[in-house]
Nanobody, 121 residues
Framework: QVQLQESGPGLVKPSQTLSLTCTVSGGSITSTYNHWNWIRQSPGKGLEWMGAIRHDGRRYYSPLLKSRTAISRDTSNNQFSLQLSSVTPEDTAVYYC?????????????WGQGTQVTVSS
């Protein structure tokens, strides 16, 4: 059973960088065909895909967020991370990490429980 767990600060000040980590258990982030994703949901809005890192380390980013987003990984600890720079209150959301085992086709089979991040001074 694959499990994902997000961790990071729940409160970030405007203009700072939001940093989250997703710890994966029950499966390796280097396993073939898997894409490891960051997805968020702002109040009153739908799910927004932010980006992903593939099993071989290749990264994909949403065009809307690409200039502010960086995804990295730590294979020794089976973790991948999100950094979102220059945050504003509009970045307040529940942030999820999720696994796509369909080779990037958007079929998410495992999700973290989500972590609330509020951007406020």
């Amino acid at each position: 059973q694959v499990q994902l767990q997000e961790s990071g600060p729940g409160l970030v000040k405007p203009s700072q960088t939001l940093s989250l980590t997703c710890t994966v258990s029950g499966g390796s982030i280097t396993s073939t065909y898997n894409h490891w994703n960051w997805i968020r949901q702002s109040p009153g809005k739908g799910l927004e895909w932010m980006g992903a890192i593939r099993h071989d380390g290749r990264r994909y980013y949403s065009p809307l967020l690409k200039s502010r987003t960086a995804i990295s990984r730590d294979t020794s600890n089976n973790q991948f991370s999100l950094q979102l720079s220059s945050v504003t209150p509009e970045d307040t959301a529940v942030y999820y990490c999720a696994r796509d085992s369909s080779g990037g086709m958007g079929e998410y089979d495992y999700w973290g429980q989500g972590t609330q991040v509020t951007v406020s001074s």
